[in-house]
């Protein structure tokens, strides 16, 4: 009886070893640059309907769009019906093409930048519905380099826009750092998880 015991604890020390080695060995996450990428905790900023996020320290935190805010024209909200990481998506809805609606973050209040010579993924989750003319697509402004995804129209349920970008030898020195999600077109379509990280 008394090996069975020593035995059972030999085999639990050795798991508890095994599972300690494997924490330590596991690759560290990826740091999101983008703030509040999934539009978890971002609300309304006060009676805007062109902003959502606060300020602080006189820097505002968060998202923005030129969207009218009429909605027989063009509107934006936060949804918490349809999403890919619960609370909330943005929804972007378009039924007049007047002008574009562009979802932006100004990466660079925050005082972030990319490192030179790095290589960056540019990401998000995207669902449309009846969709038209350019569609959607993940831009990624660093001051004189525009980078973009593919275009996407039409209906679909979530799927990921992405594409990779290596920023420049003078990177540290760039001041401007924007990400959009370029919306020209018509229909509705569902923002999440946006994120930029380094590969």
């Known amino acids: 009886m008394r ?7 030999a085999a639990l020390g050795t798991t508890v070893w095994a599972q300690e080695a494997k924490t330590e060995n596991a690759p560290a996450a990826k740091t999101n640059l983008v703030f509040d990428g999934g539009f978890d905790i971002i609300k309304k900023h006060g009676n805007s309907d062109r902003h959502w996020g606060y300020n602080k320290d006189g820097v505002f935190y968060g998202w923005s769009t030129a969207a009218n805010g009429e909605k027989d024209i063009s509107w934006a909200e936060l949804d918490d019906k349809t999403f890919v990481s619960a609370p909330n998506s943005m929804k972007i809805e378009i039924k007049q093409d007047k002008n574009p609606i562009i979802l932006n973050q100004s990466l660079h209040y925050y005082n972030i930048k ?15 519905q009846d969709v ?20 996407i129209t039409g209906t679909s349920d979530w799927k990921k826009l992405e594409y990779n970008y290596t920023a420049p030898e003078d990177s540290d020195k760039i001041k401007q750092l924007d990400l959009n999600i370029r919306f020209y077109g018509t229909g509705t379509v569902w923002v999440d998880d946006v994120c930029v990280e380094e590969l």
């Open 132 to 151: 038209t003319k350019n569609g959607i697509a993940l831009n990624l402004t660093h001051g004189g380099n525009n980078t973009w995804s593919s275009w």
């Open 3 to 9: 090996a069975v015991i020593l035995l059972a604890i």
């Open 114 to 128: 990319l490192e030179p010579n790095k290589k960056y993924k540019i990401s998000c989750m995207v669902k449309l």
